[in-house]
Each structure stands twice: as C-alpha cells, then as structure tokens.
C-alpha cells in the first residue's frame, strides 16, 4: 500500500506496512503528523485534506489487517455460541414443566394467602366493631349512673362529669388478629410494587410542569426527536428542546 498527495508541499508517502509492528509504528507517525500539523492558510488546509485522505488509506490497511483475525475469533465464538444455546435449550427443556409446576403452586399460595388475609380483616373489623360497642356502652353506662347521682343529690360536680365524659371521643381498644398464614422454612412472601404500563402522560406532564413531581419521571423520545431534527433540518419549534447541527466531514481512501 503506497500513498503519495497531490501537493509536493506535505510529501505523505505510506509505505505498505507487513505486520503488525510495522502497522503500529506507521499509526502513531501520521497520527504525530496529525496532531503537528496547523491549518493556518489556503495551502495548509489542502495538506490537511489530503493527509485526511491518506489517514483514511491506512485505516483502510488496518481493518485489512486485522480483519481475518476478528473473522476467525468471531466463527470460534459463533461455535461457542452455538454449543451453549445447545446446552442451554436442552436445560430449558428439561426445567420447563418444573417451572410450570412452580408457576401453578406459587399462583395457588397467592391466591390463598389473599383469600386468608380478606377473612382476618373482616374478622378484625368485626371485632374492633364489637370491642367499640362495648367501650361505647359501658361509657354510657358510668356516665348515666353519675348523671343520675348527681341528680338525685343536687352534686352538680357530679352532672359535669357526667358531661364530660359523654364530651370525650369513646376509644376501644385495638383489635388485631394474627394472619392465617403458615410460616414454611425456605419460603417468603415478598412485595413488588410495579408501575401499571397505562399512564396518563398529559397529567403527568401538567404535574411536572405544576412541580408537583419530579421531571425526571418524563423521558422525552429522543428518537421521534431526533426524525424530526433530520426532517425539519431543525427547523421544529418544541418547547423545552433545542436542535443542533453536529457538521461532520468525511474521506475516501
């Protein structure tokens, strides 16, 4: 491989490199010549294109280069590959009516577990509704008989108590009842609060626009923005996004 450019000014001579080492040292000289290398005229900026060009060239030897040797680590991986899938599928198989069977009793406990859970609160509120009668009776109950002595013997001590504690809220005692669930070594139950995949996006963006929640629980859609850049030639008005042009230059061998 021999690049020579157009102007006698910049010399660029590539010699064809024959192995690696060679194609390293030659890398790093143009890469050095690169970096040297000021555009400050007319003339200069002609030397860098074609140095650009030659750059292009040499990378052009280095994909050569390097090329059946990614071929051949990639076919070693592709066989690699392949026996594992192998292996995997065959394990897959084998797990898959286990994994149905897990599926199927762990869907049973669930099912169970909420059944049990809807019985004890029912009891509980049956209960704790019971245990506020009671509290509520017996409040009464003291507060009559004080009323009534206090009545019958002019105590008016007596009639303000009364009314103050027909004045106070009647608090039960908490009623709690255990769950009915069993506790089984090795299993746990385990909370997994997902978010459901329907979502109001307007309200969401009125609530982050309001600072009611947090803008990063919007993502905005890079990729319909970025159509709509190459589209317009960013030219779009959307609020809240600005499009720019990230100019590029590019080289043939």
Known sequence: MELISDTDDLDVVVAAPVSKDELAV???????????????????????????????????????????????????????????????????????????????????LLSWEAEQEQRRQEEERALQAEAQARAEAATLAAAAALELEGTASGDTHMLAEAADILAQPIEAPVVSVASYQPKVAGVSYRDAWKVHPTINI??????????????????????????????????????????????????RA
């Open 26 to 108: 030659q890398a790093n000289t143009w890469a050095a010549r690169a970096a040297a290398l000021v555009i400050t005229s007319r003339e200069t900026c002609i030397d860098a294109s074609q140095l650009l060009k030659s750059i292009k060239h040499l990378r052009a030897g280095v994909a050569k280069f390097w090329t059946p040797h990614i071929e051949a680590a990639q076919e070693t991986k592709r066989k690699a590959d392949a026996a594992r899938k192998s292996l995997v599928d065959e394990r897959d198989k084998m797990d898959a009516p286990l994994v149905q069977a897990e599926t199927v009793l762990k869907r049973a």
């Open 202 to 251: 307007r309200e969401l963006a009125a609530a982050v626009a309001a600072g009611t929640v947090a803008p990063n629980l919007l993502t905005p859609n890079l990729v319909a923005l970025g159509q709509m850049a190459r589209a317009t030639e960013g030219t779009a008005q959307v609020p809240g996004v600005r499009f720019f042009n990230d100019r590029t230059i590019a080289a």
